[in-house]
């Protein structure tokens, strides 16, 4: 039932465990999530006649993957969290024209906790597996747990890259964040370990999202 939709996006920098409130909020097991990182550097990867081509090109003013995004990322018929997306005031506009959101998550974490969650992330480029050297590492260093290839860390994840990336999510995210404070959807949520933010962030998912009925009941 559409009217009973709950539409909500998750807030946070980078490395703030976002994607883990999307697939882990009560509505995951009839809802489509979108990480906007993974699906751009899908895209962005692509070759020929894809959208990897197109998506350069636009990505410049912040809100050019806006067009990209709705066939693939908003199903109708399913309640949907989006770990990350909107990232900038222009893409929070642009979201407006696809549908009104009910909920915004924004996830607080210290960005010296975020430098070195991030500096120890490295990954398998095949499966977009992520591990953490720190509280996540795979059995035998530098190799997959499956498959036994090698990981690598990706470029934005180098300490050097991550100072940069965490002063652009907060300069970009400010005009977001206000936005939503000022419509009253936003429920921030503060600390230094994904495991003890957790649970508040399901508690309020699960006070929003109305049970989903049986075609009996329907």
Known sequence: WRSKLLRAVVLGPPGSARARCARGSPAASGSQHLSSGQFLRES???GGAGPGP????CLGDGSGSIPLLPSRSFPSPCPCARPGFPRTLGQARALDGICQLDL???L???FET???RLSARWVHPGSGRVYNMDFNPPHSQGVDDLTGEPLVQRDEDRPEAVA?????YKDAAKPVIELYKSR???HSFSGTETNKIWPYVYSLLSSRIPPILSEEEH
């Open 44 to 46: 962005l990867g692509g």
């Open 54 to 57: 197109r998506l350069r090109s």
């Open 104 to 106: 915004v998550i924004s």
């Open 108 to 110: 607080n974490i210290p």
């Open 114 to 116: 975020l430098k070195d």
């Open 164 to 168: 940069a990336r965490l002063r652009k």
């Open 184 to 186: 009253g959807i936003l």
